[in-house]
């Protein structure tokens, strides 16, 4: 089973924008440990994979080892961990999408 890790931020975030609804949203997030392939491919840097979930006008991105993702099987990913480091409206999508390519770029997977 894969790990998912919520950004301490984007927690508050979370809590603070849909308040009663941030379970549904937690329990969205935390359903990639049992499907890991959930989620759209938006890019790849480093060897870093970029994916977003969708929860009705707001999308989640998170980062997961590529490498791992591709090559391994379910029973596998033991060791898998999918990092949720930001959030958006359909407005902001590709503004937040080129920040975190932006951000991987110079810092790499550390810097969130």
Do not use: W
């Amino acid at each position: 089973m894969a790990k998912v890790k919520i950004v301490d931020s984007l927690a508050r975030e979370i809590k603070k924008k849909f308040k009663g609804e941030s379970h549904k949203i937690t329990d969205l997030l935390e359903s990639l440990e049992e499907n890991p392939c959930k989620g759209k491919l938006l890019g790849n840097v480093a060897g870093i994979v970029i994916k977003e979930l969708k929860y009705k006008k707001f999308r989640f991105y998170f980062l997961v080892d590529g490498f791992k993702l591709k090559v391994l099987s379910k029973e596998e990913l033991t060791d898998l961990l999918m990092k949720f480091v930001r959030m958006s409206d359909k407005k902001s999508q590709q503004k937040t999408i080129n920040e975190i390519r932006e951000i991987l770029l110079k810092i790499g997977a550390g810097g969130f």
